[in-house]
Every structure is written in C-alpha cells, then in structure tokens.
C-alpha cells in the first residue's frame, strides 16, 4: 500500500496539468465572451451560458452521483453565492467590453488580496504582518495597473476590481458549506441561481441570437463548465498551496489571445503592475504553505 505522501508526489504532476488546462479554457471562455459583447448585452451573455450550461451539469451530477445529489442542505447559502457569482461575472463580462483581455484578467487576479482582508472580520483568522504586508503590495500593484488620475486611468478599471472582491466573498462563502458537499453539485447551483437572477434583465435587454454566435455560446457554456471543474479538482489532486500559484498562468493566455484575436500589446504598467499583484498573491500562497500555519 502506497503511503499518503507518495500519492501526493504522484499526483502533485497531474494537478498541475488539470489546473494549467482549466485556466487556459476559462481565459479562452472569456475571450470569447468578449468577442460576444461586442454584439450582445453582458447579462445575455451570462444568461445564454448558464442556460446552456445547467442541463449538461445536472446530467453529470446525475450520471456520476446519482439523482440524491440533486438535493443540497445548503440552498439559501448557495443562492447567496449565486447573487454574487451573477453580479462579478457581469461587471467583468461589463469590463470587457471597454478594457483589453489581459488588463481586467490582471485585475481579478487582486481576489487573493481581497480574500486575505476579509478572512478577518468574517472567519475570524489572524492575519499577521507578512500577510498584512502581502495585502499592501497587491493593492500597489492595482494602483499601478490601474493609474488613478493618471491620463490612461477608466472608470471601465474598477470592475473586475469588483469582480475581485465579489470572488473573494465568493471564495470565502465556500468555507460555510459542509465538506459532505460534492463538488459537482455545488457547481450545479453556481450556474442555476445566477441563471435565475438573470433571466428577467437578459429578456428585458434581448438581442436576437444570430445562427452562427449560437456555436460561440455553446462554447463559453462547455469552456467555462470545464475550466471550473477541472480547476476544482486541481484542488482536491494536491494542497493549495502547490496549485495555486499555477492559476497565474490565466495571464500569460489572456495576453496571448488578446494579442491574437484585437492586436492588443500590454501597456508597460500594466505588465508592471500585473507582477506585483502575482508576487504579492504568491507570498500570501507561500505564507499558508509554512509549516508553522
């Protein structure tokens, strides 16, 4: 019988592939998005892809769970995290449509910032001065992608900021939920719920779908589905503290295919700043990695 560290070793390779392959499909999944935005309001396209998205889930629960795990105990919590899922999902899809891929993509990436601050007043955990100190650079490094009032600065800038501290809420939500709870049926009700919020503002707003954009919203419905699922169970494959740095590798194919698709060239302060935000999240990575936490 194989020891549990040796499973670890094992399978530490694997999580990293499985999170590298669920970043770059949730990049491509808001690539997309964009190119959608340019045509459709952003709640639509929020309401499309949960719609496409929620069958195909549901089938998988059912067909590897089983029909119990339809149920959950959790329901008021989960259309909670739905509120804010649905709200951060339509500022950001809202922020691309006046900011380049790889800019707002840098800016969520201050969740980790977000999430270590608010730790404090709402799970009660002590934050000491490393930590405290992570927080401050990652908020330079937003000020510096973001140059408030400097002549690049947009308003467009503060929402995937608000995307971020949404997520972090998010994430932090996600604490309060039995560890009973399979992964696949939480993700059921993170698409559901927003789905449902959606639904009236997506109809008030609609646009007619074209045939051919049919096809890029059945995309962002499976690339998003699949980007969520895989990154989930990076997470349960080898300790937090190993994968999460490798969910930075999002900027690397937000400039790529923003360079690909608009032509877009980062500015130098936004590749500046995107460092910064990148090395304070990865202190804060190394900080829960110590042995002494």
């Not at 396209?45 to 089983?66: K, M, Q, S, T, Y």
């Not at 009700?189 to 646009?207: C, G, H, S």
């Not at 194919?253 to 980062?266: E, K, Q, R, S, V």
Request: hydrophobic share 60%.
């Amino acid at each position: 019988m194989r020891s549990a560290g040796h499973l670890e070793r094992h399978e530490t390779p694997l999580a990293i592939v499985t999170i590298c392959a669920g970043v770059a499909f949730l990049v491509t999944n808001d690539a997309l998005a964009k190119l959608l935005t340019e045509r459709y309001p952003p709640i639509q396209i929020l309401f499309l892809r949960n719609l496409i998205a929620v069958p195909i889930i549901a089938a998988l629960v059912v067909g590897l769970l089983g029909p119990a795990a339809l149920r959950t105990r959790h329901l008021r919590l989960h259309a909670l995290r739905g509120l804010m899922m649905v709200t951060g999902a339509w500022l950001f899809f809202t922020g691309l449509v006046y900011l380049p891929l790889a800019e707002a993509t840098a800016l969520v990436f201050s969740a980790p910032i977000f999430i270590t601050a608010l730790s404090v007043p709402l799970l009660g955990e002590a934050v000491g001065w490393r930590r405290w100190g992570a927080v401050l650079l990652g908020f330079v490094g937003v000020m510096v992608i973001v140059q408030p009032g400097g002549a690049a600065f947009q308003m467009a800038s503060l929402l995937p900021i608000a995307t971020a501290v949404l997520y972090a809420l998010f994430m932090i939500s996600a604490r309060w939920i039995g560890r009973a709870e399979r992964l696949l049926t939480m993700m059921l009700f993170v698409m559901m719920f927003p789905m449902l919020y959606a639904a009236p503002m997506a109809i008030a707003f609609w646009v007619p779908v074209l045939p051919g954009d049919m096809v890029l919203f059945v995309a962002i419905a499976v690339l998003g589905s699949l980007g969520i699922t895989l990154i989930g169970h990076a997470f349960r494959l080898a300790p937090a503290a190993i994968v999460a740095p490798f969910d930075y590798t999002a900027l690397i194919w937000a400039t790529g295919l923003g360079w690909l698709i608009w032509g877009d060239i980062p500015l130098v302060w936004t590749v500046v700043g995107a460092a910064i935000v990148v090395a304070s999240g990865l202190i804060i990575i190394l900080r829960e990695r110590s042995p002494n936490r």
